[in-house]
Structure formats: structure tokens, C-alpha cells
């Protein structure tokens, strides 16, 4: 059967799974039909709905339902959109809430790397730097997130000084400037903090843990509507 | 292996967990976050939490033990656990937290000692609970591995030995 030349050329063409059904097969047979494309895993006959279900979810790359069966895939196709490949700073003093937010973001495929301390974010964040944006916790010891980014925000401002200082030869200015979206993770979210997040610097905040809509909210000011210039 | 029961159990045990009040929607939020590429994900936060927790538990105890009360200081360490709790779903021991922290704004000693005492006792619930719920999610993960790989190789093995292959039932 030539069925491994079906679909070669263009992607619009799905070639379909294949399950092989076998009464008596050997281990090496078996790795040979999965090496030659000719099925995508085998199941012993007699057929089991159990094992029909579990091997289908397989082939079908179907992950676990949600437990409360919440619309989880549209956000996530939403999130993903806007963090995959992006190189995400986090910052928080607590080693939990650094892994159950980083792994949070790492499943929509952003690039993160953890902080856990205002200075530590700092030297993250030197000039030059790969970031795509912060997420910043706000209470950390010895140096908070508000003056973590005040200093951040600080060094930008004195390199797009020295970088847009002189006029460009027809009289116009080079627009090119330093600005790391930082976003507050806040579990306490008044307004008197939101204040105070954008009087520092802040570009906006998240509450923590994440919420998926709350996090897709806040991201997409910046992912979407307002390209990133760093050079 | 009986996989059956090991998976009623572990349904019931998580409804049982949510129903108490024991866990709340961030530790479902954190069973998603897992997957081929992150298989220990849940295993890891959990461990990093009672770590984390056991330590500020026993600083929390020197520090209300001191002549001098450091309010600021207790304050702080409730802060991370309130924190950590809340970010693995350890709904309890937050809302203890929570409490705790309105007694060091009171500056009430005497409340900041039973509240510590209650924050123990909540850690030490949702430890054990968190603990058995695990080994049951590593059990279950077992035989969905074994199911998804393997099953072959074990059914002639089984069949072989003069063995009957057990019924698996596979659902999320």
C-alpha cells in the first residue's frame, strides 16, 4: 500500500491515523509498522472500548478534559497567540509562586526565567536585553517591585536619552526606546495599589495566582495592539 | 493492579478535598498546568510548598516566642505563606493566614499565638491530604503509562503466565 505517499505535497492534506489491529504481533514488528509510517501505534485484538479510547486519545494528541469542564481551549488558543516565544522575567520572592507562575506562562509556550528579587530583576534587566516583558511581584523584602521598577525605568530613560539625544540628519527624531512592559502580580488588587503601580512605572497589573482571563487581558495590550521596539 | 477502584477513589477523594474545602480551584489549575512536557509538575509545586511552608512555620514560632514581638517580622511570614497557600490552592491555610495577618495589624500577641497554632493545624491536614492524593495520581499515572506504551508486551506476558488481563476503564 502506498499510503506514506499520500499528503506529501502541501499541508492541506491530513493524512489520517492510523491504528493497526493485531491478534499476534512482536515488539520489534511492531516498532518496524511505527518506523515504516505504516500505523501510528497498534492495538491487540480482542478490541477493548477502554483500549480503544486510550489509544485514540494517544494518536489524537487529546489532552485531560478540564476537571470543572471549563472553555479552557479557546483562552488558551487566545494566551498561546500572544506568549509563545516570548522571553517573560519573573520576579517574586516566594520559590512556589515563582514555579506555579512560571509554569503557568511556560504552558502557553512563553520562554520564562525567574527573579527573586528586585535586584536580582535588575540585573536581569540591564540594557541590552531580550525581554518581552516583567511580571513583577509587589511586596518582596529589601527592595519592593514599585522601586524595582522605578529603577528599571530609570536606566531605560537614561539610554534612550543618550540614544535619541542628537536629531537625524532631516530633522527628525529616532523613535526608538527602551520600555519592558512590567505588570504588577498582586493577590491584593485596590485601587490604591493600581495607582501607585502606574505612578512607578507599571504598565498594568495581574492578580496571582493567574486567572486565564485576567492574564489574557492585561497581555494583550501588549502583544497585540503595541509592537515591542527593541534594537 | 486494581485500577478501578484507585481511580473511584481518587474521584471521590478529589471531590471529597474540593467539598471540604481543603483545596480550592488553583490546585486543578495546577493538575492542568501538567503535562508529557512538565510530567511532575503538581509532585514539585506540592513538595516546594511544604518545604517552604515548614519553614516559615517554625520561624513564625520563634519569632512569637521572643520577648520582643516583631509584628512587622511575623507579618512577613504570614505574607509568603498566605502567598505560597494560595498559589497551590491550600485554601484553609490561606484564609488562616489571612485572619493571622488582621491580629499582627492588631499587634494581639495572644491571638497571633492560637492563630499560629490553627495555621499548624490546617498545614498538617492539607499535607496528609495532599500526600494521598498524590500516591494515588502516581498509581493512576502508572497504569495509564503501562496502558498507552506497553500494553502488548504485557498482555502476551500476562497471558502467558496463565494470567487474566485486568478490565482498565480510562477517563479524565
Not at chain 1, 535586584?119 to 518582596?140: G, N, R, S, V, Y
Request: net charge neutral; hydrophobic share 40%.
Amino acid at each position: 500500500m502506498q499510503i506514506s505517499n499520500w499528503g506529501q505535497n502541501g499541508h492541506s492534506y491530513k493524512m489520517p491515523k492510523m491504528i493497526l489491529l493485531a491478534t499476534n504481533i512482536t515488539v520489534a514488528e511492531t516498532e518496524k509498522a511505527k518506523a515504516a509510517g505504516f500505523a501510528d501505534t497498534v492495538i491487540m485484538k480482542p478490541l477493548r472500548a477502554s483500549m480503544v479510547a486510550a489509544c485514540l486519545q494517544q494518536v489524537l494528541g487529546l489532552g485531560r478534559k478540564p476537571q470543572n469542564g471549563r472553555d479552557v481551549p479557546n483562552k488558551c488558543t487566545g494566551l498561546r497567540g500572544l506568549l509563545c516565544g516570548k522571553k517573560i522575567l519573573v520576579v517574586d520572592d516566594n520559590i512556589v509562586n515563582r514555579r506555579v507562575a512560571a509554569g503557568a506562562l511556560k504552558k502557553f509556550g512563553a520562554d520564562v526565567q525567574c527573579a527573586e528579587s528586585g535586584q536580582e530583576a535588575l540585573k536581569w534587566l540591564q540594557l541590552p536585553h531580550e525581554f518581552d516583558a516583567c511580571f513583577m511581584d509587589i511586596q518582596m523584602p529589601e527592595m519592593d517591585g514599585f522601586e524595582a521598577t522605578r529603577l528599571i525605568r530609570e536606566m531605560e530613560n537614561k539610554v534612550n536619552t543618550q540614544m535619541n539625544g542628537g536629531c537625524m540628519a532631516d530633522g527628525t527624531t529616532k523613535k526608538n526606546e527602551w520600555h519592558i512592559p512590567i505588570l504588577a502580580m498582586t493577590a491584593d488588587v485596590i485601587h490604591a495599589t493600581l495607582d501607585k503601580c502606574l505612578k512607578c512605572g507599571m504598565d498594568g497589573y495581574v492578580s496571582k495566582p493567574f486567572q486565564e482571563k485576567s492574564l489574557y487581558q492585561a497581555v494583550a495590550k501588549f502583544f497585540e495592539s503595541k509592537p515591542i521596539s527593541n534594537s | 493492579m486494581e485500577v478501578d477502584q484507585l481511580q473511584r477513589s481518587f474521584v471521590e477523594y478529589s471531590r471529597l478535598l474540593f467539598h471540604e474545602g481543603f483545596l480550592d480551584g488553583q490546585f486543578s489549575q495546577l493538575q492542568l498546568l501538567q503535562d508529557e512536557s512538565n510530567p511532575d509538575f503538581v509532585l514539585e509545586v506540592v513538595s516546594l510548598f511544604f518545604e517552604d511552608s515548614e519553614r516559615l512555620l517554625n520561624d513564625l514560632t520563634i519569632a512569637l516566642d521572643q520577648q520582643n514581638v516583631e509584628f512587622k517580622k511575623i507579618d512577613a511570614h504570614v505574607h509568603q505563606l498566605k502567598g505560597s497557600s494560595s498559589s497551590i490552592g491550600a485554601q484553609r491555610v490561606k484564609n488562616v493566614c489571612i485572619a493571622f495577618r488582621n491580629l499582627c495589624d492588631e499587634q494581639n500577641a495572644e491571638g497571633c499565638l492560637r492563630c499560629l497554632q490553627q495555621v499548624k493545624q490546617e498545614y498538617l491536614l492539607v499535607k496528609t491530604k495532599l500526600e494521598a492524593l498524590l500516591r494515588e495520581r502516581h498509581d493512576k499515572r502508572v497504569v495509564h503509562d503501562l496502558n498507552c506504551g506497553f500494553i502488548f508486551q504485557l498482555e502476551q506476558q500476562i497471558v502467558a503466565a496463565g494470567g487474566a488481563i485486568p478490565m482498565l476503564n480510562e477517563f479524565c
